[in-house]
């Protein structure tokens, strides 16, 4: 089958590890008798050093006109003085709007062989756990009103956290679905004891567990969610909830698997063209250097190959190869203890993958 992916490589590390990604598909590509070509775009600080904006015309419409895009990573220090609407990261939330990828699928599972890397004890991991973090990712507080008003202490700045049912409704429909695939469970996070839109959320969410009664479903509070992850991450299988506690509990979640230089992440919508992209940043104490663990971009070309292609063999064929490297000891730099001997590059931990493929 042929595809055309286009490529977001952006700053920092992205380039490095979009470039890992790629070398590892071709090999993929080679192996199952496939054709992808690749079409790069600007975006995020390199975009606004060229055409003086983060997201151009020109890479809205290259993506729209692919099969499915790829991204590195935006942002750093360079470009930390543009103001609010110009900088790097919005013009990640203006691709998730523009593409209407409403949907984030960030799996947080734990490597067997990487056990010594997550900070947790032996009692709270027992056999490991595999969650799916359903984020909500076109709505809510990254989205909402937002300005400067008078307020009672004189000037304030504010944004504002809004959903609707039909939003609600959809990316609830997603964990659903997600869930009667894996182990039949859903856990809603929000804050329902406080704000009136996680009110709506949570009442919309039980009227959409009845339609599947095979799931059993619960919900929880997100404050006790940060604290049950690190406490009994095993309880959760599908976690559903908005944007921004998506954000912050997908950063927790990746770092209890051991390193959040591996956790990849799939953006969808109504159509099978998606966005893949690993969950960290752009990295820019160790771009260039040839440092970066380019397995978390790896593994969302294995999630590109999945969702966005159907091809589920090939995605398998990547994962299974990521495993093996990991079991057969290769590490980069930040999924090793300091007293462990010499990491390997980032084209060395692809060269292995690409190898074993
Ligand atoms: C993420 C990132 C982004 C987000 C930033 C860079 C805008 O943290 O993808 O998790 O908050 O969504
Ligand atoms: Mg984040």
Known sequence: MEFNIALLRGDGIGPEIVDSAVAVLEKTAAKFGHKFSFTPYLIGGCAIDETGIPLPQETIDGCLASDSVLLGAVGGPKWDDQ??????????????????????????????????????????????????????????????????????????????????????ERIGRVAFDTAMKRSKRVCSIDKANVLESSRLWRKTMHSLAEEYPEVEYSDMFVDNAA?????????????????????????????????IGMLASASLGETSRGMYEPIHGSAPDIAGQNKANPIATILSGAMMLRYSFGLSAEADAIENAVDKVLEAGCRTADLMGSTEGNPLTCTEMTEKIAEVL
């Open 83 to 168: 103001p609010g609407s110009n900088r790097p990261e919005k013009a990640l939330l203006g691709i998730r709007s523009a593409l209407g990828l409403f949907t984030n699928l960030r799996p947080a599972k734990l490597y067997p062989a990487l056990r010594a890397a997550s900070p947790l004890k032996d009692e709270i991991v027992g056999k490991g756990f595999d969650i799916m973090i359903v984020r909500e990712l076109t709505g809510g507080i990254y989205f909402g009103d937002r300005g400067y008003r008078e307020g009672k202490y004189g000037q304030e700045a504010f944004d504002t956290e809004a959903y609707s049912v039909t939003e609600i």
């Open 227 to 259: 604290m049950q992850l690190v406490r009994d991450p095993k309880q959760f299988d599908v976690i559903v909830t908005s944007n921004m506690f998506g954000d912050i509990l997908s950063d927790e979640a990746s770092q209890i698997t051991g390193s």
